[in-house]
Each structure stands twice: as structure tokens, then as C-alpha cells.
């Protein structure tokens, strides 16, 4: 299995507390995903680093940041937390972004905003 | 710009019957990949089958098969012999390969709820 290490598995917090979410890999892979998974809604992208310090925007970026100052760790922060933003994240890497490349995902963070 | 689509929110299937789950995709980008993810309930991500945009014959890997019609621009997952433990969420996902790497999104349809009966 690939080593993807996601912390903390759950978490509850408060509306408009900043939250951060780590995803650790010992993988040295350079390609690292944040996905939410809500019902009905599949797994949206967040946020994506191809490389230190390179990141872009998925197609549900709005109220996310992230950074990754190391290969192996990818954050994603939730500035002021909001119920809407609920959900199962997962975390996902890949060696390459090509087309043939399959991405391995950690375990997931169940994240309930109050 | 690129898009999955599941249609079905929810399949049955009888133990040891076979299954075909949709997928539908679109993309401007002749170069891409295909793949097929497995959730159960437990809640992990489990990579099933992967199928290249220029590979000519339909990807296999044990029981499952991908049938890949590239006019029609689907990529149906077939599962062979059903059994209990198939029982899951399955995604379908897409890359486009074209671009070097620095901007290929890796996009997930819905899912499929798949329940296999006894």
C-alpha cells in the first residue's frame, strides 16, 4: 500500500475556527490531491501540488488554501470554517500527472462543522 | 474542459451474475486516461482498472473489464461472476495526459452504489 498518512481522521470544530489538514507521504511522489466527497456529489477536487511550493486550484477551491514547503507533506488549511464545509476529504498522490498514472489515496479526514 | 458522467446513482446485481456500471466522459485532449475506483463501506479508495486513450484492446484485470468505446466516449466497468464483498461505490475518473503533467486534473464522476444480493 502506498504511504499516505492523512491526520487527524476526524475532526470536529466550530464555525469560523481556522482548521488545517495534513497529508503525509512517504512516497516522494510529486503530484499530491485534496478531494471532498459529499453525497450525490461524487469526490470534487480542492486543491492540487505538482512539486514544492506549486499548487492549483481545483474545481472547489473557494474558502481553501494549501501549501506544501516539503515533497512529502501536502496542507490543506480552512481559513473560517463553515457547516457547508462538512465533509469527508481525502487526499490522494501520483508519481507523474500524465494520463496513465492511477493516484493512491490516504484514508480519508471526516471533518463536521458546528 | 473535461467532465464524467455516472447515470446510474444505484445498481443490484445477483451473486455470480455479471454487471455493467456507465461511464460517460468528455474531453478536447486526445491523449488520456480512464480509470475505475472502488469505495466500501469502510471508506478507502481502492484503484481497480486503468484504460489509455490510444490503447487498442479493452483493459483487464481479473474480474473486472473495462469496455472502452472511444466514439462513443464511454468506459463502462463490467464485472464478471458478482460477489458480496463487490458491494460498494464505484467512481469512475479521468486525466488528461496531454499537457506535460503541471495541469492535469485528476476528476471523479458521482458514483455508482452497487449492492450485491444473494
Known amino acids: 500500500d502506498a504511504g499516505i498518512t492523512q491526520s487527524p481522521r476526524h475532526k470536529v470544530t466550530e464555525t469560523g475556527t481556522p482548521v488545517t489538514l495534513r497529508c503525509h507521504q512517504t512516497e516522494n511522489h510529486r503530484y499530491m490531491y485534496w478531494y471532498r466527497q459529499d453525497p450525490g456529489h461524487g469526490l470534487r477536487l480542492i486543491h492540487y501540488?505538482?512539486?514544492?511550493?506549486?499548487?492549483d486550484k481545483g474545481e472547489v477551491s473557494d474558502g481553501y488554501s494549501v501549501s506544501r514547503s516539503k515533497t512529502e507533506d501536502f496542507l490543506l488549511t480552512l481559513e473560517s470554517a463553515t457547516s457547508s464545509q462538512t465533509s469527508v476529504y481525502f487526499c490522494a498522490i501520483s508519481t507523474t500527472g500524465g494520463g496513465n498514472t492511477e493516484a493512491f489515496f490516504g484514508q480519508g479526514t471526516r471533518l463536521t462543522v458546528v | 474542459a473535461q467532465k464524467i458522467t455516472q447515470t446510474q446513482p444505484g445498481m443490484f446485481v445477483q451473486e455470480k451474475e455479471a454487471v455493467t456500471l456507465d461511464c460517460t466522459y468528455d474531453?478536447?485532449?486526445?491523449?488520456?486516461?480512464l480509470f475505475w475506483y472502488k469505495q466500501p463501506s469502510s471508506g478507502e479508495m481502492i484503484f481497480l482498472i486503468y484504460?489509455?486513450?490510444?490503447?487498442?484492446q479493452n483493459a483487464t484485470e481479473g474480474r473486472y473489464s473495462l469496455n472502452f468505446q472511444k466514439a462513443r466516449k464511454s468506459a463502462n466497468l463490467v464485472i464478471s461472476a458478482s460477489q458480496l464483498g463487490d458491494s460498494a461505490m464505484y467512481f469512475c475518473a479521468m486525466r488528461e495526459g496531454s499537457q506535460g503533467g503541471a495541469t492535469n486534473k485528476l476528476i471523479f464522476g458521482t458514483g455508482t452504489l452497487l449492492a450485491v444480493q444473494p
Open positions: 501540488s505538482y512539486g514544492v511550493k506549486d499548487t
Open positions: 474531453t478536447s485532449d486526445p491523449s488520456y486516461g
Open positions: 484504460q489509455g486513450s490510444y490503447d487498442q
